[in-house]
């Protein structure tokens, strides 16, 4: 049994304000500084392994550990991001808004699966996606979305439905900007700071298990953990009053607030899966394999209730989670999640065709079964142990019928993504779309293995840098490097995978940067001199440098490595070998070495091609 304890300190009446049911900061904080004291709970590792996401992930703070516990009693898990295919959706359920060109699924664009801000995310999906490009934070965040539910019925408007898109999103997003900052670990530069886009990898390298950080460390964050608390029931209490003051009048009631704003993304939600959820496959889904007041609510006043209630009980009781019921609860919501994909594809068939009758024949029998499965498998207890059968059997069914199907969408259906089920089965579902990654990533590796890359991408995705974070180029270069493969191709895979890492744009140097007349203009005219914001520096073999800039007679260099700089300028990758003329250079201002000093030492060639190509940037000041 998995535990976490906090002291049962909400109020049991809702009415009024949430600062009137919800805990004070200060108890919040004495339940979270306790908890953490208490050391590691039993269990809680254990179970966490078994939810398809990096453990770390939801035990930075004791409240997304309590979060993770949250989503966990109704058998949430993730599944991976770049093994699973999303089922396209055919074009009646296309968002009103064309929120980008490349559709309604996810497409690899430099070694990244991107998908579209408002499609990106499902409220009704059984599981949510294990992205390893996204911040640590993301895991608490999608679980709490599944830990409340969503709001649907048959008949619902849509003003209903962005209500309830809008409840939704209330204790994540406040979750995310204060809760889930309380004894948080940061980098020096962002204590007690909200990151809202940006990204800081000395703040996710700082994680570590909330029960980890000494007593003292805790208590010299206490105040402000406070402000964190007391901003979030600040914030919380505010959205909450807005909510129901929709609901009562029917009329959008905006909530002014710095860089978030909660009604307009509630309108991008709705208008973004407004068709999709008014169309028949995920009406027949609803009423066939989801119990209203378990999985979904069809009232936004009880919907609210269920936010209310979850709320207090994220702040505030003991949380426990059964590892046996965790596993019968999460073969409910994989039943679930291919029904769902199933009625999706069948919305590709044309109505009233012998095709869509062939597939009805084989598939509505099976989908029926797994319906009766998902409705008694917590009353009956021989059924516990056979979700997994349900699954596979609902798949088989599907291959009997892929043909008649759009290859997009046959091949979609069985690659669920998930890790945590027989993996090396939902690998192979997969395989197609992560070799497509892995090809884009590092092409120049990928096309030195050939006819090895099917296979060694099968085992990388088997791995532990696999289910990592980070950009798939890196975790694929840092797998390769502990295997035995021929030539440089594990140094090439580091090579492609340095050279197209973030950040990949520095945008004053594009709008601003000059170049001097001379160099003495350079040395005396009064400005600032910098390294382009996206340098990097590496060394690599000279093999791999004479490869990578197709200069043959790198290859017979003396040195056993070669430093290689590269930036990125207006889109465009630049690469250069990096001579003592330019380490100086580089070293020089880097080090804030006073320009007139060190200008007259280096070599003028190296220091105007630096400055022609972008290395080096200079910003005169305004004469």
């Known amino acids: 049994m998995a535990k976490l304890h906090f002291p049962d300190i909400a109020a049991s009446d809702i009415s009024g304000s949430p600062r009137d049911w919800l805990p004070a900061p200060d108890a919040i904080v004495d339940a979270c500084d306790d908890l953490a004291a208490a050391g590691e709970p039993d269990g809680l590792v254990d179970l966490l392994e ?34 699973r295919k999303r089922v396209p959706m055919p074009e009646d359920q296309h968002p009103e808004l064309a929120v980008w060109e490349a559709g309604t699924v996810p497409t690899w664009q430099d070694g990244v699966l991107e998908e579209p801000k408002y499609f990106s995310f499902f409220q009704d999906a059984p599981f949510p996606a294990f992205n390893p490009n996204h911040r640590r934070k993301w895991r608490a965040h999608e679980l709490l979305h599944g830990a409340l539910k969503f709001f649907w019925h048959p008949e619902m408007t849509r003003f209903e439905m962005y209500v309830g898109a809008r409840m939704n999103e209330l204790l994540p997003v406040v979750h995310w900007y204060a ?9 020096d530069e962002h204590q007690g700071e909200v990151l809202y886009r940006e990204y800081c990898g000395a703040c996710e390298d700082a994680a570590r298990p909330y029960w980890k950080q000494p007593q003292s460390w805790r208590d010299e964050r206490r105040d402000q953990a406070v402000r964190w608390a007391d901003k979030g029931l600040d914030h919380f209490a505010e959205e909450w009053q807005a909510c129901l003051a929709e609901i009562d009048t029917g009329e959008v009631h905006a909530v002014e607030r710095a860089r978030l704003d909660a009604s307009s993304d509630a309108i991008g939600y709705m208008r973004s899966h407004w068709n999709r959820m008014t169309a028949w496959s995920f009406g027949v889904w609803a009423e066939t394999f989801l119990k209203d007041g378990v999985d979904y609510f069809s009232s936004l006043e009880r919907y609210a209730n269920n936010l209310a209630k979850t709320t207090q009980r994220l702040l505030s009781g003991d949380l426990d989670v059964d590892p046996d019921q965790f596993e019968v609860d999460r073969g409910r919501r994989a039943v679930q999640d291919v029904a769902y994909r199933l009625y999706l594809a069948l919305g590709w068939l044309e109505d009233g065709t012998q095709t869509l009758r062939e597939a009805e024949e084989r598939l509505m029998p099976t989908l029926e079964q797994a ?22 059997d609902l798949l088989l069914e599907f291959d009997r019928v892929r043909h008649l199907f759009p290859d997009e969408v046959a091949e979609a259906v069985p690659s669920l993504g998930y890790t945590w089920c027989e993996p090396e089965r939902f690998v192979q579902a997969g395989h197609g779309l992560l070799e497509e990654g892995v090809s884009q990533a590092v092409p120049m590796a990928a096309d030195q293995l050939d006819e090895d890359l099917s296979e060694r991408v099968e085992a990388f995705a088997l791995s532990d840098e696999f289910a990592s974070h980070g950009r798939l180029a890196h975790r694929f270069a840092d797998w390769l490097a502990t295997t035995e493969v021929p030539g440089r191709v594990a140094e090439l895979a580091r090579f492609e995978a340095w050279a197209m890492a973030p950040p990949k744009k520095d945008r004053d140097a594009e709008l601003f940067a000059c170049l001097p007349g001379s160099l003495d203009e350079y040395a005396l005219r009064p400005g600032r001199t910098r390294l382009n914001a996206t340098l990097s520096r590496e060394v690599f073999s000279p093999m791999v440098v004479a490869q990578v800039t197709n200069d043959p007679g790198l290859a017979q260099a003396d040195a056993e490595e070669i430093e290689m700089a590269r930036i990125f300028m207006r889109g465009e990758l630049r690469l250069a070998v990096v001579g003592r003329g330019a380490a100086r250079i580089f070293d020089a201002i880097e080090e804030g070495e006073l320009r007139r000093e060190w200008v007259i030492d280096v070599d003028p060639e190296s220091l105007a091609s630096l400055l022609e190509n972008g290395f080096v940037i200079w910003l005169p000041q305004p004469a």
Do not use: K, N, Y
């Open 179 to 187: 809760f889930d900052e309380i004894f948080r670990p940061r980098c």
């Open 371 to 392: 319906a009766h499965h998902v409705h008694h498998v917590d009353e009956q207890a021989q059924l516990s142990d056979f979700s997994g059968d349900v699954v596979l």
């Open 50 to 83: 078994g939810m398809g996401a990096p453990v770390l992930d939801m035990v930075v703070t004791p409240l997304s550990a309590r979060a993770s516990l949250l989503a966990a009693q109704g058998g949430r898990a993730f599944f991976h991001h770049e093994l």
